[in-house]
């Protein structure tokens, strides 16, 4: 009882699967699904927000595209005494520093012209559009991988904790308890600290250190009790109703019952966490490579953007504005979204994560 | 409810021996390379790595490994640094948490207004003008990574706006002890309760917002309704009331997680050497005794946190004390 109320991201109860409350006499004959598909195609802000999220994602596949036709240099390179052609003068990249005590350096500023080194360059020269599309495509990446991995593993566990009860419920409920309890920042950084100079070993999977899988690995894990319990009480839920007793009673092997009546069952939760998980991974990405332990140079990813400005934020501070801009403009338009995937298909849905 | 508390008790022990499995696994028995390694940190010694090995009995199995260190986190806290030679990292852990505690607990008083503040007025006025731009504001403010949000402060208090009348008193970055330097300490921490609260606020006036909508159609609101109350009256008395169960359980759960290193990257952008900031550093030079203590010490406070938030439940709710 009290662990039911203390979870934030606890179900009421068992809601029926399919509420005929919620889609129009009209509309229920073309099925839950169509009609949540097309309220949220009414959903006007959630639309522009997609687009918008469309538009980020095809920028950032245009990458090697922009750095070879537009920006003209490779972002991944030093360019410490390279000089960029402005307006018919040529300028150094990096011209030595006159604020301050004059130590260092300060790189080039934004042309704003649609050209080489558009938002500036950083402390080693790179240009930093460049860079930012090419981080924006890591980040966007390590978001998705990581919230297709928390949900493959939450909803396994959550279905067979709900399915089989007993033991089996007993002893992953105790170890969902455990992360549950660990602070996410903690559990990730424990995790990359031992991870990210040496990599991982396990059996037949090997990942590099400095690959991009250590940081996928990292936050899908931290995030799978979060949405494995409120799985977890559904699944216990629908064990509970007429047509899952019927099933059993007529012997459909376990995995159809699964695949069959369970999983079309949770999946309208399952949706309604997709957008909200991409914006919480998209946040954690960047802080993890703020903290120096998600995606590793020369690799980009926005987090990593606004570290390499962080020491430029008085003189250049638009390294650490833009791609924190992009992350926020990002995550905004996945929230949005989320709203309106949450008013679409299961409206009563509480979420919130983290 | 003798029982209820031992079982919750149970529940708490066994989380928090959890963790610290959890904790020392990662630590000591992730498959791939030498502990001792690690623990020496970057180009240490073979001497220093035999030390290590000694020190912490990595030549025994690894039950004893684990007692080994718990006893050198909890009963001697003789744990030391190996990167910073001889720095006991227990004492340094301590040192840090008031720094931690005036960030979390300023802010937290700023996010509790706030969100009230925002919940109510955008319930109140729902579907209007003031909802609406409430709501947008909110939705920003979550999308913020906060290390950023912290960044654009710096940017503005520290440098392009420090000159004007809005910020130039703002002190240089860094913390001052509240007993020796109370106004020194108020303004150091300004900004950062600022930045910390600003995510919580857009947070809670949502959910709080979503809540109260949602109670305002119960009967008992209804009825009164009737009874010719006054609509605010009804929506602080009766709405907001109802409302709080959720609020305090969030409220516990959040408090918690900042403190145990959910303010990290508040600590870092502001340069307050906190529990969050040690922990940083100690990462930046791979110096894992620090972490281990760090992360096992939160955790244990979070657990501690959220097993408090259930007693209160217990005190608020009273059907929560007779379901036990």
């Not at chain 1, 662990?3 to 606890?10: E, G, M």
Request: glycine share 10%; charged share 15%.
């Amino acid at each position: 009882m009290t662990d039911r109320i203390l979870d934030p991201l606890a179900l009421p109860a068992a809601a029926p699967p399919q509420d005929p409350a919620l889609g129009g006499a009209k509309e229920a004959s073309s099925g839950p699904w169509a009609t949540a598909w097309r309220r949220l195609r009414r959903d006007r802000g959630a639309m522009v927000a997609l687009a918008v999220l469309c538009l980020v994602a095809l920028a950032c596949a245009a990458a090697p595209l922009y750095a070879s036709a537009v920006s003209g240099t490779n972002p991944f390179a030093t360019n410490l005494n390279g000089e960029v052609t402005i307006d018919g003068t040529a300028q150094p990249v990096l011209a030595p520093s006159t604020t301050g005590l004059g130590l260092g350096v300060t790189p080039i500023g934004p042309t704003w012209a649609f050209g080489p080194y558009m938002l500036g360059a950083d402390n080693q020269g790179r240009d930093v559009a460049a860079r930012m599309l090419y981080g924006g495509r890591n980040s966007l990446l390590i978001a998705g991988a990581a919230t297709l991995l928390t949900l493959v593993f939450a909803v396994a566990i959550g279905l067979l904790c709900g399915f089989f009860g007993g033991i089996v419920d007993g002893v992953l409920n105790r170890v969902l308890d455990v992360l549950w309890a660990f602070p996410i920042y903690l559990l990730a950084i424990s995790l990359s600290i031992v991870l990210i100079a040496e990599g991982l070993t396990i059996g037949p999977i090997d990942i590099r250190a400095g690959s991009l899988w250590l940081p996928i690995a990292i936050i899908g894990v931290v995030y799978v009790p979060y949405v494995a319990r409120p799985i977890r009480g559904q699944t216990l839920s629908l064990m509970r109703s007429e047509f899952i007793a019927a099933a059993i009673a007529l012997g459909v092997p376990p995995w159809r019952i699964f695949v069959k009546d369970l999983l079309p069952n949770i999946m309208p939760r399952v949706i309604v966490l997709v957008p909200i998980l991409l914006a919480l991974n998209m946040i954690t990405e960047s802080s993890l490579s703020f903290l120096s332990i998600g995606v590793q140079p020369p690799d980009a990813s926005w987090g990593t953007i606004i570290q390499d400005g962080q020491g430029l934020l008085y003189s250049r501070p638009i390294v650490a504005l833009a791609p924190g801009l992009a992350v926020a403009l990002t995550v905004l338009c996945l929230n949005i979204l989320g709203d309106g995937v949450r008013d679409a298909f299961d409206p009563r849905a509480k979420v919130r994560i983290a | 409810m003798l029982f209820a508390i031992l079982s919750r008790l149970g529940r708490l022990v066994f989380v928090m021996f959890g963790i610290s499995v959890v904790v020392f696994l990662i630590f000591f028995a992730t498959p791939g390379s030498d502990p001792a390694a690690r623990i020496a940190g970057r180009n240490a010694s073979p001497e220093t790595l035999a030390q290590v090995r000694q020190s912490f009995g990595l030549d025994q199995p690894l039950p004893v490994q684990y007692a080994v260190m718990m006893k050198r986190l909890f009963v001697t806290q003789d744990l030391t640094s190996f990167v910073n030679r001889g720095q006991k990292v227990v004492p340094a852990v301590i040192k840090a948490i008031p720094v931690t505690l005036s960030l979390v607990l300023g802010a937290a008083v700023l996010w509790v207004i706030g969100g009230l503040i925002v919940g109510v007025a955008a319930a109140a006025t729902r579907g209007g003008w003031t909802d609406r731009s409430l709501m947008a504001l909110s939705l920003v403010g979550v999308s913020m990574p906060v290390f950023w949000v912290g960044e654009v402060m710096n940017l503005l208090s520290q440098s392009r706006l420090h000159h004007t009348f809005l910020f130039s008193w703002v002190p240089p970055l860094g913390y001052k002890p509240l007993l020796t330097d109370p106004a020194g300490w108020f303004k150091a921490l300004v900004i950062p309760w600022v930045t910390l609260a600003i995510l919580y606020i857009g947070l809670y006036g949502r959910i709080l917002r979503a809540d109260l909508i949602e109670t305002m159609q119960e009967d008992f609101v209804r009825t009164a309704r009737a009874k010719g109350l006054p609509e605010s009256r009804i929506l602080l008395r009766h709405g907001v009331r109802s409302s709080l169960i959720a609020f305090v359980t969030m409220f516990g759960l959040d408090f918690g997680a900042l403190i145990g290193g959910g303010a990290l990257l508040t600590e870092v952008v502001f340069g307050l050497r906190g529990v969050g900031k040690l922990t940083y550093d100690a990462l930046q030079t791979l110096d894992l005794p620090v972490i281990l203590t760090t992360v096992l010490y939160a955790s244990f406070f979070v657990v501690a946190a959220n097993a408090l938030v259930d007693a209160l439940y217990a005190v608020v709710d009273p059907r929560v004390r007779r379901a036990g």
